[in-house]
């Protein structure tokens, strides 16, 4: 019987898990299926028609020729990029001192920092649009990249994954002569990987479809970004459903190309494998 009882509640988790998963893929599947359309069908009806009867790539071609989309995905590229390895370095180079070395203060500056993923970024956008401007950073890649160069969450998750690594890797690069850098380079850093790894799948993913700071930040065609470029389809006055969601999936391909590729690497990481028993 409580086999049975178990069996049931199983099959009820995973159907319930099938109806989210549907649900929150629902969009995913349209914006696809919309996008291979041609232009004498209904993109909606009701119910929705997912397979289109008349597969086409016109709405990708027209969209790459008459709109700049590859001057779009190389600021995206550019953007991203530079944000990824800024973002790991300076929060790489904040959470080592922060888990390994020992100073007055410490624990406290560490609180102050994770207290400010609580502030909405909506508080510090106006100050930080006149900071940028007033560098003259607007409508360049660094004024784009300027609130992305490090992060609360990223010094916490890196501050943690530190913090699990033995001190004897530490140890032993002392005795080979090792300074503080070296050892946070050499030594630390590979021990952390997969963190590295998942803050980099973040931090691309979060400046990838970032559309508010571009926004603020640019109002020249071009320095946009992906995301400021299908909303640039959805304002003009010849509205096309077709080519905003070929923009759409254009943009969201390097996305889940890098997160298929790089999705083996986010496990944890056995750091003990360096110390000999």
């Not at 119910?47 to 289109?52: D, Y």
């Not at 190389?74 to 300076?90: C, D, G, P, R």
């Not at 909405?120 to 409508?139: D, E, H, S, T």
Request: charged share 10%; hydrophobic share 55%.
């Amino acid at each position: 019987m409580g086999n049975k009882k178990t069996l049931i509640q199983i099959i009820t988790i995973y159907i319930l898990l099938i109806i989210i998963a549907l649900a929150m893929l629902f969009p995913l599947f349209w914006l696809l299926s919309t996008s291979f359309k041609s232009a004498g069908e209904d993109i909606f009806a009701f119910p929705p028609q997912f397979i289109p009867q008349q597969f086409t790539l016109e709405n990708f071609v027209l969209v790459w020729q008459n709109y700049p989309f590859g001057k779009y995905l190389l600021n995206s590229s550019i953007s991203a990029v530079l944000t990824v390895s800024l973002n790991l370095l300076f929060c790489a180079l904040a959470a080592y001192p922060l888990a390994r070395l020992e100073f007055k203060g410490r624990d406290f500056i560490f609180v102050l920092i994770v207290a400010t993923i609580m502030i909405p970024f909506q508080i510090v956008m106006i100050p930080l649009y006149i900071f940028a401007v007033n560098l003259g950073l607007k409508n360049n890649y660094l004024g784009l990249i300027l609130p992305q160069i490090t992060s609360a969450f990223g010094i916490f998750l890196l501050r943690q994954a530190f913090q699990g690594v033995p001190k004897e890797l530490e140890e032993a690069g002392r005795m080979d002569g090792c300074s503080e850098l070296g050892i946070w380079w050499h030594i630390m850093l590979p021990a952390i990987r997969p963190a590295i790894i998942t803050l980099a799948i973040f931090v691309f993913i979060g400046s990838w479809s970032d559309f508010l700071w571009p926004l603020i930040i640019l109002d020249r065609p071009d320095y946009y970004t992906l995301p400021l470029g299908v909303a640039s389809l959805a304002s003009s006055l010849d509205l096309n459903w077709r080519f905003i969601a070929a923009g759409s999936i254009i943009s969201l391909v390097p996305v889940l190309v890098l997160f298929i590729t790089l999705q083996h690497y986010i496990i944890p990481s056995d750091a003990n494998t360096g110390v000999k028993g």
